[in-house]
């Protein structure tokens, strides 16, 4: 029997959610120039991203980051006024984390990794613009191309390193680096060069941070550019580095308040997504622009979702509020995945998800208040005194995580500042808070609401009161990992052995954390696949991506062949990519 006719009918979410990609990192090119909805403050974006000097371009997941700079990317390639333009992605940073536990020079090893990225994105611009495949001995040919990607799986894979991989980790440095740029820059015609790092926030190991941003200071020159993606908030930057005296930063979270913000989803709908726009009345493709909150990738899934379920005229209304609440519920798991990748913000992420569960539960009494006036409250302020070093590490979570938008800061009175936010507007939506107060509110009613003007004030609060109404009744902290054989919790940061049963206390890996992962939890996967990865004992993350050859391993399992090995490898690498950023 053939591959396509086994399991029909368990293939069928597996071919709807195939048929249409949201992430632009996984988006062909051609789509990436036709389909992007330009405008005022995108253009404005790009021109940073080709300019000169270091820029930090800041947004939660899914706002766009990778899609501006793989268009700024595109647009250099075939502009030869514009700058020799290298784009690589660095969202597989933590699969480097175990090195640390079997080599000395893990940062080393990370250096490496960084300039090997660097270096092998290059040449690839340079065979785009030039198109000449082969590269001669100079200075540009640190190493041959082939040997880079052979260095960058075996450091992603874990995998031991030969001689070959020893010799180039050796030879790598930022100077050569540096000078391979500006010289495939003269070879290429153009006068400079700009390097575009995405993912490079590294949130999860501060350690490699700080490698990183050294490499920065090094490679910035009047013709070297770095440009990195980062996101707000969390991004640890050290001691030695300060953003805004080395660079520029500058948004790419567009601002739902934008006059422009409706026109610029309506088109990337239009030019990605025509079928899922056709299938909404025009009062519920509004809703869902707004219950995206900026963030492109999320209203194209929210489109994705009511074209799916092939909404009548009648019920369309019930569909609709059902995928923003599955949205909502989404953007909270998101937030709560970050607690279990790194231990010590578990009770941060626990009480933030109740302070924000609060800041929804004041800004929908308030809409209540005003339901007989022409204004609404999205925004709400605390006093900047207020802010504490966890208070604001935990709303930096949330505003990484897209749950919270940080308005300019405002003054009331003397001395008396507020930090405002907007909450997620889905959040807002699924509570009833532009409703009115009653129950089978039209979508139009609500989009009547959310377009009223914003009160001159926001709704204030303090910390402790909303902790308070919240009934949360602990302290934040930084939460310390158990001990890996007993499970018993630390005492303190400084302790060594476990109170309990005595054994020596070792930090587990965040990555080992990712790689244990069961495969049936991976998004994508039906029931049918994961039953044939179990029965060929592939129960992990970890198991698939420990062979060298995965697809080859898949394609031994009956019934997987080519097309299904592919889907799996597609759907599990996505995953852990998600995870990991």
């Known amino acids: 029997m053939s591959e396509a006719a086994v399991g029909n009918d368990q293939e069928f979410d597996e071919v709807l959610d195939d048929s249409f990609e949201e992430r632009a990192d996984h988006v062909e090119e051609a789509v990436i120039k036709s389909g992007t909805a330009t405008g005022d403050q995108f253009d404005e974006v790009v021109k940073h991203l080709c300019a000169k000097g270091l820029v930090l371009l800041v947004g939660p997941r899914g706002c766009g980051k990778t899609h501006l700079m793989r268009y700024a990317w595109l647009e250099c390639l075939e502009d030869s006024s514009r700058p020799f333009c290298v784009y690589t992605s660095l969202n597989r940073y933590l699969s480097l984390e175990p090195w640390s536990r079997t080599r000395s020079d893990a940062h080393s090893l990370f250096h490496s990794w960084i300039l090997a990225r660097i270096l092998f994105a290059a040449y690839e611009t340079f065979n785009r613009i030039t198109g000449d495949q082969q590269l001669d001995n100079g200075q540009e040919l640190v190493a041959d191309p082939e040997q880079l990607e052979k260095l960058i799986k075996n450091l992603e894979r874990n995998f031991e390193l030969d001689s070959e991989d020893e010799e180039l980790h050796r030879k790598l440095s930022v100077q050569a680096v540096q000078g391979a740029l500006i010289g495939l820059a003269r070879r290429s015609r153009r006068k400079r060069a700009v390097l575009l790092l995405d993912d490079a926030a590294l949130t999860l190991t501060p350690a490699f941070m700080t490698e990183f941003l050294d490499i920065l200071r090094v490679v910035k020159s009047p ?35 934008d006059p422009a913000y409706r026109s610029m989803m309506q088109t990337i709908a239009e030019r990605r997504y025509r079928e899922g726009l056709e299938s909404v009345t025009p ?13 492109p990738r ?21 569909i609709v509020t059902k995928a923003i609440r599955a ?8 937030f709560q995945s970050l607690g279990e990748k790194v231990v010590e913000l578990k009770t941060l992420i626990r009480v933030g998800e109740r302070f924000f569960d609060g800041v929804v539960t004041a800004m929908t009494a308030r809409n209540e208040e005003l339901k007989g006036k022409n204004v609404k409250s999205t925004t709400f302020g605390i006093d900047a005194d207020d802010f504490e070093p966890l208070t604001t590490r935990m709303v930096d979570l949330l505003a990484e995580a897209g749950l919270l938008y940080r308005e300019e800061d405002v003054s009331h009175g003397r001395d008396r500042q507020y930090r405002r936010f907007t909450p997620h507007l889905a959040a807002l939506i699924a509570a009833r808070a532009f409703s009115a107060g009653e129950r089978g509110t039209s979508l139009g009613s609500i989009v009547d609401f959310i377009d009223r003007p914003n009160e001159k004030h926001p709704v204030r609060r303090k910390f402790k009161t909303i902790f308070a109404e919240q009934g949360v009744d602990e302290n934040l902290k930084l939460d310390l990992p158990p001990c890996q054989a007993c499970q018993t919790p630390r005492d303190n940061a400084k302790q060594k052995f476990c109170q309990n049963c005595g054994n020596k206390l070792v930090d587990e890996l965040i990555y080992t954390r990712i790689m244990a992962m069961e495969i049936n939890g991976v998004p994508g996967l039906t029931d049918f696949l994961i039953s044939k990865m179990e029965s060929a004992n592939i129960r992990t993350v970890g198991d698939l991506r420990s062979f060298r050859d995965p697809g080859t391993e898949l394609r031994k399992i009956p019934n997987i062949a080519k097309a299904r090995s592919d889907r799996i490898l597609g759907r599990v690498e996505a995953y852990v990519d998600e995870m990991m950023s």
């Open 298 to 318: 999320a209203y194209l899934t929210l489109l994705r979702s009511v074209h799916a379920a092939k909404p009548t005229k009648t019920g369309l209304a019930a």
């Open 223 to 257: 013709e070297i550019a770095p440009k990195c993606s980062i996101y707000p908030g969390t991004t640890v930057f050290g001691t030695r580095f300060h953003a805004d005296h080395e660079g520029r930063t500058i948004s790419a979270w567009a601002a739902v308040g």
């Open 327 to 334: 949205h909502r519920d989404n953007r909270i798991r998101e």
């Open 283 to 295: 009062e519920a493709n509004t809703l869902l622009q707004y219950a995206a909150f900026g963030i």
